[in-house]
T-cell receptor
Framework: AQSVTQLDSHVSVSEGTPVLLRCNYSSSYSPSLFWYVQHPNKGLQLLLKYTSAATLVKGINGFEAEFKKSETSFHLTKPSAHMSDAAEYFC??????????????FGTGTRLQVTL | DGGITQSPKYLFRKEGQNVTLSCEQNLNHDAMYWYRQDPGQGLRLIYYSQIVNDFQKGDIAEGYSVSREKKESFPLTVTSAQKNPTAFYLCASIQTPRKARTGELFFGEGSRLTVL
């Protein structure tokens, strides 16, 4: 069994300040973890993924996430927010070695607001 | 450019009518997926297909039907049996060998269905 919890439904930051979007997971297996971003009325785009290589994963647009097994967390961070980062972010967990997306579990999403 | 094309982007339907959402991909991916997205919820899997002429029910298949006659195409029909069809529908595809770690899902831009 697996689950994912995004701890904040909405996060607001000022432009130029750090971003932290929190994600905790539960998995009976060694998981793969993903962060996807969705801009309004668009599909989702992969930001980054963890698949048991380096625990600190770098993604696109300056985002990174750290896999912490002891804390069962995979928080998404960015040093300096930009207005274009305003979007909805989804944390996703999957059992490793499935080769299929049918076992993905999506979090409920965190809406990031960036203000001037 | 390779990608996934969903149409129509917006669709209105009267109660009791069936409607078909189109999904076409030119990524040469074997597996395709249909998700439903409701506000404040994660994506929920409706149907998926890992190969032509084969498809499987996801978590919320009731009231929906699909076909996979061609590798590139995976249309979704929302039938009158679907009790609450108003939602944002996302089509996605993935190219990952079965025993590999789950790869990246590629998404279309979605179709927003409103039942009047």
């Amino acid at each position: 069994a697996q689950s994912v919890t995004q701890l904040d439904s909405h996060v607001s930051v000022s432009e130029g300040t750090p971003v932290l979007l929190r994600c905790n997971y539960s998995s009976s297996y060694s998981p793969s973890l993903f962060w996807y971003v969705q801009h309004p009325n668009k599909g989702l785009q992969l930001l980054l993924k963890y698949t048991s290589a380096a625990t600190l994963v770098k993604g696109i647009n300056g985002f990174e996430a750290e896999f912490k097994k002891s804390e069962t967390s995979f928080h998404l961070t960015k040093p300096s927010a930009h207005m274009s980062d305003a979007a909805e972010y989804f944390c996703v967990v999957s059992p490793s070695y499935t080769g299929t997306a049918s076992k993905l579990t999506f979090g409920t999403g965190t809406r990031l607001q960036v203000t001037l | 450019d390779g990608g996934i094309t969903q149409s129509p982007k917006y669709l209105f339907r009267k109660e009791g009518q069936n409607v078909t959402l189109s999904c076409e991909q030119n990524l040469n991916h074997d597996a395709m997926y249909w998700y439903r997205q409701d506000p404040g919820q994660g994506l929920r899997l409706i149907y998926y297909s890992q190969i032509v002429n084969d498809f499987q029910k996801g978590d919320i298949a009731e009231g929906y039907s699909v076909s996979r006659e061609k590798k590139e195409s995976f249309p979704l029909t929302v039938t009158s049996a679907q009790k609450n069809p108003t939602a944002f529908y996302l089509c996605a595809s993935i190219q990952t060998p079965r025993k590999a770690r789950t790869g990246e899902l590629f998404f279309g831009e979605g179709s927003r269905l409103t039942v009047l």
